[in-house]
């Protein structure tokens, strides 16, 4: 019930927010790489051109960081033998979600990796974009590497 209470709170705070309408900048190719702060403006739920602007994104190699929400069950990946049997749900910096931003499906193996992280912790990841998210989904990257950042800050 309380989860419920939360997103929908979540959902009526994004609905206040104000919206855009940006392009990406014309050409025909596809978008290679991309920057969090340049993904957000392009594809974040405020743009209502998002879904367009994806179709040019989708794929596009990222290095972003971010700080663990969560680390859980891969539910919709059982039967999947490419993937680790988790998931890592990550809030980005500057996040106005009291949730997760990105979903991370990780690289079957990494479970060492992942073991030693918890809520709270640094992480730098690198991937694919698979999916754009929504006022409820995540952003869904297919990582390739990913380790915690040990910087000070």
Same mark, same amino acid.
């Given at each position: 019930?309380?989860?419920?209470?939360?997103?929908?709170?979540?959902?009526?705070?994004?609905?206040?927010?104000?919206?855009?309408?940006?392009?990406?900048?014309?050409?025909? +190719?596809?978008? !290679?790489?991309?920057?969090? $702060?340049?993904?957000? #403006?392009?594809? &974040?739920?405020?743009?209502?051109?998002? %879904?367009?602007?994806?179709?040019?994104?989708?794929?596009?190699?990222?290095?972003?960081?971010?700080?663990?929400?969560?680390?859980?069950?891969?539910?919709?990946?059982?039967?999947?033998?490419?993937?680790?049997?988790?998931?890592?749900?990550?809030?980005?910096?500057?996040?106005?979600?009291?949730? +997760?931003?990105? !979903?991370?499906?990780?690289? $079957?193996?990494?479970? #060492?990796?992942? &073991?030693?992280?918890?809520?709270?912790? %640094?992480?730098?990841?690198?991937?694919?974009?698979?999916?754009?998210?929504?006022?409820?989904?995540?952003?869904?990257?297919?990582?390739?590497?990913?380790?915690?950042?040990?910087?000070?800050?």
């Amino acid at each position: 019930m309380k989860i419920y209470i939360l997103i929908l709170l979540c959902f009526f705070i994004s609905a206040c927010s104000e919206s855009t309408n940006v392009t990406l900048p014309k050409g025909d +190719s596809k978008i !290679t790489k991309i920057t969090w $702060k340049q993904y957000q #403006k392009y594809c &974040g739920q405020q743009n209502i051109q998002n %879904k367009h602007n994806f179709a040019r994104i989708r794929g596009a190699q990222v290095t972003w960081s971010g700080t663990v929400y969560q680390i859980t069950k891969d539910a919709g990946m059982e039967d999947n033998r490419n993937h680790a049997p988790k998931i890592i749900k990550v809030q980005m910096p500057n996040s106005k979600s009291l949730l +997760s931003d990105v !979903t991370l499906r990780l690289p $079957k193996g990494s479970e #060492k990796i992942y &073991g030693n992280m918890k809520k709270g912790d %640094k992480i730098i990841f690198r991937g694919k974009i698979s999916y754009i998210g929504s006022k409820l989904n995540d952003h869904i990257v297919i990582v390739e590497k990913f380790k915690k950042d040990t910087k000070k800050k």
